[in-house]
């Protein structure tokens, strides 16, 4: 089944690889440099828990400067805190608006 995130490419549905998300060296690549920071909360706000459980989320901040052609000065991946309801383990999710990717729920998310 592919779902649509927020206009961006066709999502697909869990990563096969584990560290899918979970690196900064395999990123979630949303793209839109534009749009990129809605781009990311749609992307964010399709996700829930492994059985539907509801997932929040907040921006812890920026790291881990890397070279792109979509922008003149390089690019930045953007770093989340996501959390499960009733897991109490936080998952840190890291984000690139800059460069466009196929898009899949990271091992232990589900697309709603």
């Given at each position: 089944m592919l779902v649509g995130c927020g206009g961006a490419k066709k999502a697909a549905a869990t990563a096969s690889s584990a560290d899918y998300g979970y690196t900064e060296s395999n990123p979630i690549k949303v793209g839109g440099v534009n749009d990129g920071p809605a781009q990311e909360r749609a992307y964010l706000n399709r996700l829930t828990g492994p059985n539907g459980e509801k997932v929040t989320?907040?921006?812890s901040g920026s790291c881990?400067?890397?070279e792109t052609k979509n922008s003149a000065w390089g690019g930045m991946l953007d770093v989340?805190?996501?959390?499960i309801e009733g897991d109490p383990v936080k998952k840190k999710l890291?984000?690139?608006m800059y460069d466009k990717?196929?898009?899949y729920a990271p091992k232990?998310?589900?697309f709603k």
């Open positions: 989320y907040n921006r881990c400067p890397f989340y805190v996501v959390e890291y984000l690139n990717g196929d898009l232990g998310f589900l």
